[in-house]
C-alpha cells in the first residue's frame, strides 16, 4: 500500500476528517489487517486564506508545493489537499511538482458523471463557487454547474468561515441552505448539489439535503483509497 500524503490545516476540521476516515476505511476494507501509513503537513490556515483573498496565487503556488515536496521527502506516494478552495492552484502546482496529486474536482466529476447527472448545484467558498477550478472537469464533460444567487453566496460562504471552519454547527444554518438548494432544484432544475467544501459534510447529507448530494470529502477519500491501495 502506498503511504498518503495530506496537505492539512485548510481547515482542521476536514483534515481530521481525512484523518479519520482514511484509517478507518482501509481498515474496514483489509478485514482489519492494515491500517495506511499517513503524513500530515499542516498548513498556517491564516496564511493560506490571506493568499486566497488577496489573490496572490502565485504565493498560494509555492506554499504548497513547499508543503507538498515536504510530503514527498518523507515517503508519500499518493498526495492531496484537504481543501476544495487550494484547487484553484492545482495546474499551477502540477506545473512545479511530479508527485501525484488526487483531485477534488476531477474525483467529483467522475462521481456526477457515473451517476448520470447532467446539471448539478455547487455550494462552497465563494471563491469555489464563483471562480472555475471546481466546473472545468464538468464543462470538460458536458455537465451544467449552477451557483447560487449572489446574496446566496455571500451568505454561505459567510456560514462556512465563521462556523464550519470553527466545527460550530447549528440548525438554523442547516435551514438556510436547505432553502438555497430548494430554489435552486425548483428554478434551475438541478438533480444533485456538489458540497464543494471540505467542511460541509458536517452540516449537509443525503438525508437532509432537498436533492442528493455530491459529497466531495467522500468521494475524494475514496479516490485517495483506491490510488493508495492500486498495484
Known amino acids: 500500500m502506498k503511504k498518503i500524503g495530506l496537505v492539512g490545516g485548510t481547515g482542521p476540521e476536514s483534515t481530521l476528517m481525512y484523518y479519520k476516515e ?21 498548513v498556517n490556515f491564516h496564511r493560506f486564506w490571506g ?10 503556488t509555492d506554499y504548497l508545493v513547499e508543503k507538498i515536496d515536504c510530503l514527498a521527502r518523507s515517503g508519500a506516494e499518493v498526495v492531496s489537499l484537504t481543501c476544495a478552495t487550494g484547487h484553484i492552484v492545482i495546474d499551477r502546482i ?14 467529483v466529476c467522475d462521481a456526477a458523471a457515473a451517476k448520470g447527472y447532467r446539471k448539478v448545484g455547487l455550494i462552497g ?13 464538468f ?15 455571500q451568505l454561505i460562504a459567510e456560514r462556512i468561515y465563521r462556523e464550519l471552519e470553527n466545527g460550530i ?19 434551475d432544475g438541478i438533480e444533485a448539489i456538489i458540497l464543494g467544501c471540505t467542511e ?22 475514496e479516490r485517495l483509497i483506491e490510488m493508495a491501495m492500486k498495484d
Open 139 to 153: 464543462a470538460n464533460a458536458g455537465i451544467d454547474v449552477v451557483i447560487p444567487q449572489k446574496a446566496e453566496r
Open 200 to 221: 460541509l459534510p458536517l452540516l449537509l447529507n443525503n438525508s437532509n439535503s432537498p436533492v442528493p448530494c455530491l459529497d466531495s470529502v467522500d468521494i475524494h477519500i
Open 22 to 42: 482514511l484509517n478507518q476505511r482501509i481498515d474496514r476494507l483489509t478485514g482489519g489487517k492494515a491500517m495506511p501509513d499517513i503524513a500530515i503537513e499542516s
Open 51 to 60: 493568499y486566497v483573498t488577496d489573490n496572490e496565487l502565485d504565493l498560494l
Open 94 to 107: 502540477r506545473q512545479k511538482t511530479n508527485t501525484p496529486l488526487v483531485s477534488v474536482p476531477e474525483a
Open 169 to 187: 454547527v447549528k440548525e438554523s444554518t442547516l435551514r438556510e441552505f436547505q432553502q438555497i438548494i430548494e430554489r435552486m432544484r425548483t428554478n
Open 125 to 137: 467558498t465563494i471563491f469555489t463557487m464563483e471562480k472555475d477550478y471546481m466546473k472545468k472537469p
